[in-house]
């Protein structure tokens, strides 16, 4: 693999590299993130049926419980005892 390193302040910054060698560069990370979300997925599937064994097949309420966060979050922060309050849902891989 012929690279042309780029340099700032003596320490690497970026490289220049051939078509081919960035072909493979390419291919080699979408395999392994196609490898990391699947790994991902196969344990969240896991998680999620050791959890419905666990609650007899019962779902967690996600909703009410994010509700429930939210709103103890609001209260704290009305009291003073927060100096920051996210109010936005989080995202997850997938």
Do not use: H
Not at 3 to 12: A, D, G, V, W
Request: glycine share 4%; aromatic share 6%.
């Amino acid at each position: 693999m012929d690279k042309l390193p780029q340099t700032s302040r003596n320490k690497p910054k970026a490289a220049i590299v051939s078509m081919a060698d960035y072909e493979q560069l390419l291919q080699f990370s979408t395999e392994a993130g196609l490898s990391r979300r699947e790994s991902w997925l196969a344990e969240s599937e896991r998680l999620t049926s050791e959890i419905l064994t666990r609650r007899q097949g019962e779902p967690l309420a996600v909703d009410a419980l994010w509700l429930a966060a939210r709103n103890d979050l609001e209260v704290r922060d009305e009291a003073g005892q927060l100096t920051s309050v996210s109010t936005t849902r989080p995202t997850f891989p997938g």
